[in-house]
């Protein structure tokens, strides 16, 4: 994002004195706002151009009021500690975090292409498993690590696509490169607390947030729902997200997930197996279900086959998805990606599978 045209750059100049004009940032440190010789970043300056302009205490009052829209929408998050749990209001910074334009498109084509390769790596070791009979990955690394589940080992899915749904926990080093931290595919969160912080910004913030010419998240949650419903091949498939339940600490996210995406929450006491289908207890009679959506680990879907003690998930799940008659998303198993073990083998996985550069 670029703002420095016309006369803009004496108004932000003017606008922004007061909050940055004493700012020193911190040698050894990528500052995200400020560039040690050039001052501050071309994507900031817009930004800053609102909150320089405004009257004494505005600034508070506007923040006042997100916090207000937090808890009135009972944007939460359950901590657990030794005295039980308790649900906390969501802790949104009142500062964004901005990323340019010409940054955001080379992050997004590493994620993409991250995102491929990950697929393709989870596709192989519940598939044919060249990657360890060709020497790419240790085999202990994989059989050795209980994410890995064996009862998944050949349960062909529709186009081969096991990643629908991903998370990448990333950070900049002080050279101002990015890193991968962590992974997240079986049953990645984040997405509904990130469209919470959407609105609520919008709502403090109208005129900064139109002139910063945000890139919008709604693309995003629809391209999720076009994917979930090509898993199916109907045109009016019904579609659960199913969660662990209230005592979750992300629950309030997976009602609002679902709330915006028009699905049906479920925990997986509503969702029977019967005739070999998954159904949805309904007020008046059992609906089959043709994708889920799960925000419950790998482990706890499916006790018949997996953690016995489980009361989270659905019996008879598995042989479900054996048969082919229901889509999960992501799809048991993916969880194996999570272990950091596999993160030193994929630049030479890149090349082999992709013949691309990590």
Known sequence: MDWSTGNGNSVVKDATSDLTGAYQPVPGVYDEMMEPSAGVRPHWRAFLQGPGAMPPGEIQHRWDTAQRL?????????????????????????????????????LEAGLIQRTRLLNAIVADLYGPQRLLTEGWLPPPLVFGNDNFLRAVHGIELPSNEWLNFIAVDLARAAHNKWWVLSDRTQAPSGAGYALE??????????????????????????????????????????????????????YFEHAYLANYLGYSLARGDDLPVRDGRV?????????????????VDDHYCDPLELRAESRLGVAGLLEVARRGNVAIANPLGSSILENSGIQPFLPGIAQHFLGETL
């Open 70 to 106: 937090i808890r009135e929408n009972g944007t939460t998050y359950t901590v657990y500690d030794d005295t039980g749990d308790a649900a906390h209001p969501w802790r949104m910074d009142p500062i964004p975090f901005l990323i340019g334009a010409d940054e955001w498109r080379q």
């Open 197 to 250: 912080n959407r609105i609520v910004m919008g709502q403090t913030l109208p005129q900064i947030f139109r002139n910063a010419q945000v890139q919008r998240l709604a693309a995003f949650f629809q391209a999720l729902s076009d994917n979930l419903v090509a898993l199916t091949g109907s045109d009016n498939p019904l579609i659960v997200l199913m969660t662990p339940g209230p005592h979750n600490e992300t």
């Open 279 to 295: 159904w949805l207890r309904s007020l008046k009679r059992l609906e089959p279900v043709d994708v889920i959506l799960r925000r």
